[in-house]
């Protein structure tokens, strides 16, 4: 379970930024909250909003980024290869490192992992856990400088074999490091390829090829959605797959027939939400973490507060997946879906061009308040100013 993560110098993220999952003193709808620990409390879903390029996807990015350079398609750079740093573009010193930082729970335990690196190498790299409720070090780097408490001598021939741009948490587990293991195993685990980058039907295809009980799942969330689908089919090789949906029509004697429409025939909310439907189910089986861009992009807003309310509701998220998302929908500030601690904001000072992110908390709004009414009139700031008139002046 994720608990926080910040990043700084990453595309327009100078400073650091901080986003987290941590539950504040909030009382309303404490149901939707779990505790990994029995002391901490997490919420299951943070909605991120902000104008256009005011920075809110480039959290998600740092995030995502982070995850494919531990077990991605960053994760084993070739010696010399550069590393993909894109720091803030909008200063003079091009030396200041990119940072990552994450704090997580996996089986009980909590974790904070965090490294720095530039186009060239890693930095400073760092794991430590909490395993009986105190802070211990796993290990720490500074660039070939390694430091460890346990099992030194194997780790520190571990350290000599890792190259200046890998990082030692990654290079460990090549090597089966016990130490290091199940820090690894989370992000392989809790953050594999759950994002909404691209309309991937990776996820749907292998629920519904099960069968039974999880393409039963599948068709009864299609035909709540209202899309007029009442079977799924896959047709095609098992390299090239394809999907057909089947609409049942009934004409004036009450005959119905069947017809098959391939996948991409149908609208493209309809592809978005068949997509999504399977990502979110195999989330809430393992307890996965969703990162989704524009949740409501092409999707009814009902569509939309629907799967966002999947997760939240401890009955149907019983492995305690988790979900961030970025959108412009006003319609989901709505407290009875969202706490106040869930809502949060990404701004970019126009003097500067640095995105700061901060949470409708530091606002202290009052029970019922009309968060909606009162972000568009922008009492919480991170909306787009609108020149008016000015903007047509000669």
């Known amino acids: 379970m994720l608990l926080q993560f910040s990043v700084t110098n990453h595309r327009s993220i100078k400073n650091t930024a901080v986003i987290s999952m941590k539950a504040s003193k909030d009382r309303t709808m404490k149901e939707v909250l779990f505790s990994p620990d029995r002391k901490k409390e997490l919420v299951p879903v943070m909605a991120l909003y902000g104008a256009n390029a005011a920075g809110k996807s480039n959290m998600l990015h740092a995030l995502l980024l982070m995850k494919e350079m531990i077990c991605g398609i960053y994760a084993k750079p070739l010696k010399g290869a550069e590393l993909p740093q894109e720091p803030f573009a909008f200063t003079k010193d091009m030396s200041m490192p990119t940072c990552f930082e994450i ?23 760092y794991l430590y856990h909490w395993p009986n409720g105190r802070e211990a070090l796993i290990f720490s780097r500074e660039k070939d400088k390694f430091e460890f408490r346990e099992n030194i001598q194997e ?5 000599g074999r890792t190259a200046y741009n890998r990082l030692y948490l990654v290079s460990s587990n090549e090597w089966n490091c016990a130490q290091t293991e199940k820090a690894y195993q989370w992000f392989f685990e809790k953050m594999p390829d759950m994002t909404d980058t691209r309309m991937s039907l990776e996820a749907v295809l292998s629920i519904i090829k099960k069968g039974n009980k999880e393409k039963q799942h599948i068709l009864r969330e299609m035909l709540y959605a209202d899309l007029g689908i009442k079977d799924v089919q896959i047709i095609g ?7 057909l949906t089947v ?40 307890g996965s973490i969703l990162i989704v861009d524009e949740i409501e992009s092409s999707m009814h807003p009902l569509l939309t507060r629907h799967l966002i309310e999947m997760i939240q509701d401890p009955a149907v998220n019983t492995n305690h997946a988790q979900l961030i998302f970025t959108t412009h ?14 809502i949060w904001f990404a701004e970019r000072d126009e003097k500067t061009m640095q995105t700061e992110v901060y949470a409708l908390t530091e606002f202290s709004p009052r029970k019922g308040e009309n968060i909606s009414k009162g972000y568009l009139q922008g009492r919480y700031g991170a909306v787009p100013f609108i020149g008016g008139a000015a903007v047509w002046g000669e």
Not at 237 to 243: G, K, L, Y
Not at 267 to 283: C, E, H, V
């Open 103 to 125: 704090i997580y729970f996996y089986k009980g335990i909590k974790y904070a992992y965090g490294f720095s690196f530039d186009r060239a190498q890693i930095l400073t790299e």
């Open 237 to 243: 090789s098992e390299e090239n797959p394809s999907v």
């Open 247 to 286: 609409h049942r029509l009934v004409d004036e004697s009450g005959q119905a027939t069947d017809y098959p429409l391939m996948l991409r025939e149908e609208s493209i909310g309809t592809q978005r939400f068949f997509s999504r439907i399977g990502m979110w189910m195999k989330a809430l089986q393992s």
């Open 155 to 159: 780790q520190t021939i571990l350290a």
């Open 329 to 342: 929908d006003t319609g989901l500030l709505d407290l009875s879906l969202l706490r106040r601690d869930q």
